[in-house]
């Protein structure tokens, strides 16, 4: 509560019967609330339509585990997805610098722990839902909060805790993305916490949320990639969080892998003809003002590929022959 010198006496807190904050503010109130609701002593007092794993966060409070990369990669070790941690697990570290209050600027001394050159995304770790989510990407080009289906069950959400969400989304990729529902959570940077909705969409991502211009503006934050730092005033001045370059390569190299691999032409032999010389390669290092594409069945996705060489005799022959086989 603080010395009594420093309390505010037009402040009452019903709960410590003593000055200082009001009872809506008093952070050790709505923990203990949180546990009885959690322990089911207060469902008669919960609206169902309130997804009950929601919990009120407070700053100093640690995190039930930490959310790292929900992408799966076809590797023989095995990713954790969850690391449930301790309660005297250590908080957030914020990279915090003496700021003039109500004034964020960024100079060359923020670059201390960035690594130039560099073109990368802003990625950084969040409080959501009393879980520690790491690889949320800061997009100033997205309007909205995004959360990937497999963050949302992560944080323990069932389908049941979302809300319908009938508008489309686009951006993801030509055609657009229809969210399975939406939810509205409490998002804390440092010290500072806020309600944001998030629609949960079923998409492979490496990242875990997008946080658009809505929570941007709802934090008076300004974010800086070339400085990798997310800059955001609070009531104890302006608090700073350093970005994850690591994480930001990673997600890049794990978006690379899954790309699929240009194809290979396969040789098909006859006897008593002579391969060509560049059957095997890749169809960009193919000399293709060389060859000739025959499609299957008018089907412009499957196709074969002869030389031109072949007399007209040899070439009706081999056509033949492949399109019967």
């Not at 006496?9 to 949180?34: F, P």
């Not at 699929?260 to 293709?288: F, W, Y």
Request: glycine share 6%; proline share 8%.
């Amino acid at each position: 509560m603080g010395p009594p010198d420093t309390k505010r006496r037009d402040r009452r807190c019903e709960y410590h019967k003593d000055h200082g904050h009001d009872t809506n503010n008093c952070y050790a109130l709505k923990d203990h609330l949180e546990e009885l609701v959690q322990d089911g002593q207060l469902a008669q007092h919960v609206r169902k339509n309130n997804p009950l794993n929601t919990v009120t966060l407070r700053p100093d409070s640690p995190p039930l585990g930490v959310i790292h990369m929900i992408y799966s990669l076809p590797l023989p070790t095995q990713v954790h997805t969850i690391q449930l941690q301790p309660s005297l697990s250590k908080p957030i570290t914020l990279a915090k610098r003496p700021h003039e209050i109500g004034k964020i600027s960024f100079d060359d001394t923020d670059l201390d722990g960035a690594t130039l050159p560099h073109a990368d995304p802003l990625i950084v770790e969040l409080r959501v839902n009393r879980f520690t989510v790491e690889r949320v990407l800061i997009d100033y080009g997205s309007t909205l909060g995004i959360m990937y289906y497999k963050t949302f069950v992560k944080l323990g959400f069932t389908n049941s805790d979302m809300l319908s969400a009938d508008y489309p989304l686009f951006g993801f990729n030509a055609n657009p993305e229809y969210p399975l529902g939406r939810i509205t959570l409490a998002v804390q940077a440092g010290t500072k916490s806020v309600d944001m909705e998030f629609l949960v969409v079923k998409l492979p991502s490496p990242d875990n949320l997008i946080m658009g211009r809505t929570w941007l503006h709802a934090m008076q934050a300004v974010p800086s990639t070339y400085h990798q730092l997310l800059c955001f005033p609070t009531e104890y001045g302006i608090e700073q969080i350093r970005g994850s370059q690591k994480s930001a390569q990673t997600c890049y190299l794990i978006v690379a892998a899954k790309r699929p691999k240009e194809p290979e032409v396969n040789a098909i032999e006859v006897p008593d003809r002579e391969s060509l010389e560049d059957i095997g390669k890749t169809p960009s290092e193919k000399a293709t003002k060389d060859l000739d594409r025959i499609e299957i069945n008018r089907s412009p996705d499957k196709f074969f590929i002869i030389g031109t060489s072949l007399n007209e005799v040899d070439r009706r022959e081999f056509v033949s022959f492949l399109l019967g086989m």
